[in-house]
């Protein structure tokens, strides 16, 4: 089975600090995204990447950036943390075939105090 | 552009009773069709998918049948139990995405079943 591991279940992190977000697979994916869950606004896309070192912009980046230096690694980062950015967030990957589906993790639930 | 609209819920059901939830699409070509299910504090996890027009997704007594020609991938479940109370939710990839083949989501349905 795939796994989707992200690295923390909760966060807790107090404004204007610098967040680090870490998701790992195990399939050999090409493709990796981070998401955001809020209440009535349902999943938004904030990053993707399609291969090792490239990233492409979501729907609402701003706030945040990502690094991916190893196939099976994708960081989100919140340069300088702030309220309206807590949520959940979801990572997810996949094969880039258009019907290959996605695979999440369980998220992480952040809290910016 | 392309996009997913979802009935809103919550949809509130008793045990045994018959699901459906609607979900219809705006997307140029074929676009690949996907079920997704959230439990509570748990990420989506893949329901089902259909790739091509007339082509029926099933999985654990759910089941969606692509249909170009009203552009609808409805969820349907003969007899809901209180174990599949979760958010659904109806997702498609553009048929011509290139390499990037990002998923567009709906809102999602929050489905509450009772004993």
């Known amino acids: 089975d795939v796994k989707v591991t992200q690295s923390s279940r909760y966060l807790v992190k107090r404004t204007g600090e610098k967040v680090f977000l870490e998701c790992v697979q195990d399939m050999d994916h090409e493709n990796m995204f981070w998401y955001r869950q809020d209440p009535g606004l349902g999943l938004r896309l904030i990053y993707f990447?399609?291969?090792?070192?490239?990233?492409e912009k979501g729907d609402i980046p701003e706030g945040y950036s990502v690094s991916r230096e190893k196939k099976e690694r994708f960081s989100l980062i919140l340069e300088s943390a702030s309220t309206n950015q807590t949520s959940m967030y979801l990572c997810?990957?996949?094969?880039?075939?258009?019907?290959?589906?996605?695979?999440f993790g369980n998220g992480t639930r952040l809290t910016v105090t | 552009g392309d996009s997913v609209t979802q009935m809103e819920g919550p949809v509130t059901l008793s045990e045994e009773a018959f699901l459906t939830i609607n979900c219809t699409y705006t997307a140029t070509g074929y676009p690949s069709l996907f079920w997704y299910v959230q439990y509570p504090g748990e990420g989506l996890q893949l329901l089902l998918k259909?790739?091509?027009?007339?082509d029926k997704g099933s999985n654990k007594g759910f089941e969606a049948t692509y249909r170009k020609e009203t552009t609808s991938f409805h969820l349907e479940k003969g007899s809901v139990q209180v174990s599949d109370s979760a958010v659904y939710f109806c997702?498609?990839?553009?048929?011509?995405?290139?390499?990037?083949?990002?998923?567009?989501f709906g809102a999602g349905t929050r489905l509450a079943v009772h004993p």
């Open positions: 997702a498609l990839t553009p048929p011509f995405s290139g390499g990037y083949n990002k998923l567009i």
């Open positions: 997810a990957s996949k094969f880039p075939e258009s019907n290959s589906p996605l695979h």
């Open positions: 259909a790739t091509k027009a007339d």
């Open positions: 990447s399609y291969d090792v070192k490239m990233k």
